[in-house]
T-cell receptor
Framework: EPEVTQTPSHQVTQMGQEVILRCVPISNHLYFYWYRQILGQKVEFLVSFYNNEISEKSEIFDDQFSVERPDGSNFTLKIRSTKLEDSAMYFC????????????FGDGTRLSIL | DQQVKQNSPSLSVQEGRISILNCDYTNSMFDYFLWYKKYPAEGPTFLISISSIKDKNEDGRFTVFLNKSAKHLSLHIVPSQPGDSAVYFCAAQNNNAGNMLTFGGGTRLMVKP
């Protein structure tokens, strides 16, 4: 069964450094998402991406965040200058359509900011 | 953000019995609901979903019930198996207002052999 893959599984970064989280969505999916889960909290939506542009973003997704689909397979989340509070599990998801279709999640990247 | 709530943080059930996980929501504009299962160190795995035009959807041992007037959905697992032990998240989407999922806080299900 096709799946969403994320790399790395764990990223440790110094505060203030840039970090790029990578995702390979399911190949025939057109909609791509990033979510995060801070330890002990709910899974929170960050951003959705379709047709090479952001279609929706949450208040969390400020100017420090950006997303890109640099080629036909990868989907990346960049945090420009990391803060301690960016420490979380970051999940990538993809979906074939948006109407009444599930989003499928990767196993996440644990981001630890020191 | 309390739009989707799972009031039971944990549930313990004997193998072979029914597991019932509950979820409440406040946003009446939600029209698509999903259940995900999550094991440690893995991402949420899609289990089953239901559109707001239905009140029941069944897939093998898993059945989701939707009560729109009560803004309540539940997931029934029959019979429960030890491999079902995981954290279960309900999530909701408003198809007319973007495609973000709003998640509940999760319920940890433990199925005892």
């Amino acid at each position: 069964e096709p799946e969403v893959t994320q790399t790395p599984s764990h990223q440790v970064t110094q505060m203030g450094q840039e970090v790029i989280l990578r995702c390979v969505p399911i190949s025939n999916h057109l909609y791509f998402y990033w979510y995060r889960q801070i330890l002990g909290q709910k899974v929170e939506f960050l951003v959705s991406f379709y047709n090479n542009e952001i279609s929706e973003k949450s208040e969390i997704f400020d100017d420090q965040f950006s997303v890109e689909r640099p080629d036909g397979s990868n989907f990346t989340l960049k945090i420009r200058s990391t803060k301690l509070e960016d420490s979380a599990m970051y999940f990538c998801a993809s979906g074939r359509t948006v109407l009444n279709q599930p989003q499928h999640f990767g196993d996440g990247t644990r981001l630890s900011i020191l | 953000d309390q739009q989707v709530k799972q009031n039971s943080p944990s549930l313990s059930v004997q193998e072979g019995r029914i597991s019932i996980l509950n979820c409440d929501y406040t946003n009446s504009m939600f029209d698509y609901f999903l259940w995900y299962k999550k094991y440690p160190a893995e991402g949420p795995t899609f289990l089953i979903s239901i559109s707001s035009i239905k009140d029941k959807n069944e897939d093998g041992r898993f059945t989701v019930f939707l009560n729109k007037s009560a803004k309540h959905l539940s997931l029934h697992i029959v019979p429960s198996q030890p491999g079902d032990s995981a954290v279960y998240f309900c999530a909701a989407q408003n198809n007319n207002a973007g495609n973000m999922l709003t998640f509940g806080g999760g319920t940890r299900l433990m199925v005892k052999p």
